[in-house]
């Protein structure tokens, strides 16, 4: 079992930045890709970003791309989401995902394991 755990989000005003981590342990996670989802109250679940072990595939919401940023330092086991320009449509809990074969997706189900979440919250 892979243990995921979101931290940094928080309430921060429009037009404000928020970066936010996942630390990964547990089993070994060599090879695994990555990706953050979100979902607000009485919405489905929406892909927001993902990237492959390497990081050199990257793959963003169309409506996202620009303002968010994702990454990762496999040396520390961590992925993260700079979140720049924010907005009040992007409050929502924010989820970090893993992909055991290492194929980036944008469909949830298509990730073997999941963090906790961490709430955003962006006042207007």
């Known amino acids: 079992q892979v243990q995921l755990v979101e931290s940094g989000g928080g309430l921060v005003q429009a037009g404000g930045s928020l970066r936010l981590s996942c630390a990964a342990s547990?089993?070994?996670?060599?090879?695994?890709?990555m990706g953050w989802f979100r979902q607000a109250p009485g919405k489905e679940r929406e892909f927001v970003s993902a990237i492959n072990w390497s990081g050199d595939k990257i793959y963003y919401a169309e409506s996202l791309k620009g303002r968010f940023t994702i990454s990762r330092d496999n040396a520390k086991n961590t992925v993260s989401l700079l979140m720049n320009s924010l907005k009040p449509e992007d409050t929502a809990v924010y989820y970090c995902a893993a992909e055991r074969l290492g194929f980036i997706s944008n469909t949830s189900n298509e990730y073997d394991y999941w963090g906790q979440g961490t709430q955003v919250t962006v006042s207007s």
């Open positions: 547990g089993r070994t996670f060599r090879g695994y890709a």
